[in-house]
């Protein structure tokens, strides 16, 4: 093995070429051939595995056509997902117009509905009263009602003439009418409420509303001009039982309330 090292050492003396050793590696390999490179490989589109990053539209075998120029399959399904947006829209229409029908049915059906009258001028339908023609044939001359007194806690029937309380009343509307756009004044919608004959507080009373909305004296409130003492959901119940619009501010609702029993119990007023 020692005979086969090989001198590297150099030797920096002049010489002829005879003195100089030939080194010859220990290994020899195989010589290296030039690469050759295509210049017309370069001038070609590389294609990668999926060269289709945009997954709405899909890959093509033909390398020649523009992916974007291929049809989609979610352009196929427009369409369906343009059906499937139509009937959800006509789901909620037609789930509208039911619910409105049913609102409608249950209007009618409480409209039909059929009651004892609470009170002698009561129609057997709620929120009606009868013509002043009929009470006065039926000797109906007196309305009356129930007061409660906040200062003594007391409560009291107070009596109203018909035929004076519905004169007043006509009075009143033809004097307003002219101002009121379809809004209650402000005497209907703050009114001046009566003296206690009990403890003699002036402007203590209140009219005595039932609970039950059947009960409600309707044509007491109308004469003695006291409706304002309803509530909202009170004026509501009275519209709807009358075909009337039950949305809006209370001094619209009062208005179409006072307008609607003046027109039961004097139909010939609003003749003209």
Request: with cysteine; proline share 8%; charged share 25%.
């Amino acid at each position: 093995m020692a005979s086969e090292e090989i001198d590297l050492s150099l030797s920096l003396g002049c010489g002829d070429g005879s003195s100089k050793k030939t080194l010859t590696p220990p290994f020899s390999s195989p010589p290296i051939e030039p690469v050759q490179t295509n210049l017309l490989l370069m001038t070609k589109p590389i294609h990668v595995a999926n060269p289709n990053l945009n997954p709405s539209f899909p890959s093509s075998s033909n390398n020649n056509i523009d992916p974007f120029l291929v049809s989609s399959s979610d352009d196929n399904n427009l369409p369906s997902v343009a059906a499937k947006v139509k009937g959800n829209v006509s789901t909620g229409a037609s789930s509208t117009r039911r619910s409105r029908r049913a609102s409608s049915n249950r209007r009618n059906r409480a409209e039909d509905e059929t009651i004892p009258p609470p009170f002698p001028w009561a129609t057997n339908k709620q929120a009606t009263i009868h013509n002043q023609r009929y009470l006065l044939e039926n000797n109906i001359y007196t309305i009356t009602g129930t007061l409660h007194c906040k200062k003594c806690e007391q409560e009291f029937q107070l009596s109203l003439d018909l035929v004076e309380k519905a004169h007043d009343l006509r009075k009143f509307i033809y004097r307003k009418k002219d101002r009121m756009h379809d809004r209650a004044p402000a005497a209907w919608v703050n009114p001046v409420f009566p003296k206690c004959p009990l403890c003699g507080r002036e402007n203590s009373t209140r009219p005595v509303l039932a609970k039950d909305k059947k009960e409600i004296n309707w044509l007491f409130l109308l004469l003695s001009q006291m409706l304002g003492c309803c509530t909202l959901d009170h004026l509501k119940y009275f519209c709807m039982h009358n075909s009337n619009h039950r949305t809006g501010a209370k001094d619209r609702l009062l208005y179409l309330t006072y307008m609607e029993l003046a027109k039961q119990l004097e139909p010939e007023w609003f003749d003209s």
